[in-house]
């Protein structure tokens, strides 16, 4: 085996990671990875189940003296997102990831690392094979499809595979003086709107009408920033054009993926040659109005209308009003602020794209919250304005929060191995963003769980990197906590 990572402690994490990462693992491509891991736990002497999706369970008993202690679950997933710059010309579904040492970081080489969550399944494989360990029963749940919405999670029947634990360390987190302790759930919703189109009338003229230079970012992340939701803003302009004025969109796009801030959105307008003055009125004081709204959260916000060719057909103007007032309207950006946590994001609601097929024109949305209830409370929102204007809603990815629970004695045994290591208490962070655990807190009642892991940066994305110096911190916390769970 080559060794690029050698050096690096501790020594049998790396060795770990450097062996997973040459196997392609791509979600829905995990059969080898998950053989794989099977092979190695029977090999240390663990039991493993795989589902047929290739979840695993693997169970290893506990070591002497721990033999009572209730067991403990371990979590993490197998695949990886598959990114590449353009210039690389690797085929990631049939070759691992190569590595590359900068400094203190790992990388890719122009590739997705798999950090996320390689770092979990690395983590998982050193308990697994460590016999000098003290610990309770372990029970490691390796999931598929993480990062495809969590399909991995959703299929995984934790009483089928028989797990019995009731506390759970997680490894998807990346700051290592600190413990993250709960997070939202959230859900996907198209805003369905059927359409009618009409021919172009002789008098009509098409016009290219934009709002770009939005700064978008990650719906869940940076919510709280109050950047512009420029899908929102282009239906409150279009619903003042069309108070005075007949105006069509023609077929709507826009939106990058359900997870981002749309902070560009254009579309060819047509207008009656006689109101072309006053729409390019109202465009311009919108441009005012919005330097001004935005002038701190998103200062190169522009507003735009270029001549364009002439298109067949548009959008009924009574359609293209309900689709201005429904971007207008829906529920979008921050809901609810958190007054447990001081600064957190409870609830909020994001419309991140707009598509036109098959005579409708729909608008996805994410809203991502902390409490279930007001998560069904905004899809209501949508629900009643969408029988007040005769459209409709469907929902998709539907994930239970992880809640916060400071009297969790897990989470007390965490901050006290970390002062028993560091001499202080480790921060304790609960995040906006959906992971995955609120699907087994739902599955497994009672469960109480934690997540710890190194540096890493720029997941998901080519410029992804763990900071490799941060690993051993981490395996010391999870050691010194797996020495404290001996109840
Ligand atoms: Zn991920």
């Known amino acids: ?33 998950s053989d794989y891991l099977k092979a190695f736990a029977e090999a240390n002497g663990c039991t493993a189940e795989q589902d047929e999706y290739y979840n695993l369970l693997i169970k290893k008993p506990a070591s002497t003296g721990y033999e009572n202690a209730h067991p403990v679950i371990f979590h993490g997933h197998m695949d990886m997102v598959l990114d590449k710059e353009s210039w690389v010309e690797q085929d990631m579904l049939t070759e691992g990831v190569r590595l590359k040492v900068e400094g203190d970081y790992i990388k890719g080489d122009g590739t997705t690392l798999g950090a996320d969550n390689g770092v979990g399944v690395a983590f998982m494989m ?55 302790a ?46 512009a939701n420029v899908l929102q803003q282009f239906g409150r302009l279009v619903n003042l054009i069309a108070k005075d004025c007949e105006v069509h969109f023609t077929d709507l796009t826009g939106g990058v993926n359900r997870y981002v801030i749309p902070g560009n959105m254009d579309n060819v307008i047509a207008v009656k040659t006689s109101d072309v003055d006053g729409v ?25 209308m270029v001549s364009a060719e002439k298109q067949e057909k548009v959008i009924s103007y009574e359609d293209t009003k309900k689709i201005a007032k429904a971007l207008h309207l829906l529920p979008c950006g921050v809901q609810s602020m958190s007054l447990e946590i001081e600064g957190l994001v409870e609830s909020s609601n994001t419309m991140a794209m707009i598509s036109t097929e098959d005579n409708q024109v729909s608008i996805l949305s994410t809203i991502p919250s902390a409490v279930t209830s007001r998560k069904y409370d905004i899809l209501q929102k949508m629900n009643d304005l969408a029988e007040l204007m005769g459209a409709s809603v469907d929902t998709f990815a539907d994930c239970p929060e992880w809640p916060f629970r400071p009297e969790s004695k897990l989470l007390a045994t965490a901050k006290n191995a970390f002062k028993v290591l560091y001499g202080e208490e480790p921060n304790v962070e609960v995040s906006h963003s959906s992971l995955e655990l609120g699907l087994f807190c739902s599955k497994i009642p009672g469960l109480e769980c934690i997540s710890l892991g190194p540096k890493a940066y720029d997941v998901h994305t080519p410029k992804e990197r763990l900071d490799w110096t941060s690993v051993q911190m981490v395996w010391d916390h999870i050691k010194e906590i797996l020495k404290e769970l001996d109840d």
């Open 1 to 33: 085996m080559a060794k690029i990572l050698k050096g690096m402690q501790p020594e049998k994490f790396f060795d770990y990671f450097e062996e997973i990462s040459e196997i392609p693992r791509g979600s829905y491509h995990e059969k080898q990875i």
């Open 126 to 180: 050193m308990i697994l094979s460590d016999e000098s360990l003290a610990h309770p029963p372990i029970e490691c749940i390796i999931a598929v499809q993480e990062e495809v919405g969590k399909r991995g999670g959703q299929q995984f029947d934790a009483k089928k595979m028989n797990v019995t634990g009731k506390r759970l360390m997680d490894f998807n987190w990346h700051k290592p003086d600190t413990v993250f």
């Open 182 to 227: 709960g997070c939202a759930g959230d859900i996907s919703a198209y805003y369905r709107i059927p359409i009618t189109y009409e021919e172009t009338k002789a008098d009509e003229l098409f016009f290219q009408l934009s709002i770009t230079g939005g700064v978008g970012g990650h719906s869940e992340f940076d919510i709280h920033l109050e950047r």
């Open 280 to 304: 390019k009125e109202v465009v311009e004081k919108f441009a005012d109005t919005l330097r001004n709204e935005y002038k701190i959260a998103d200062k190169e916000l522009k507003v735009t």
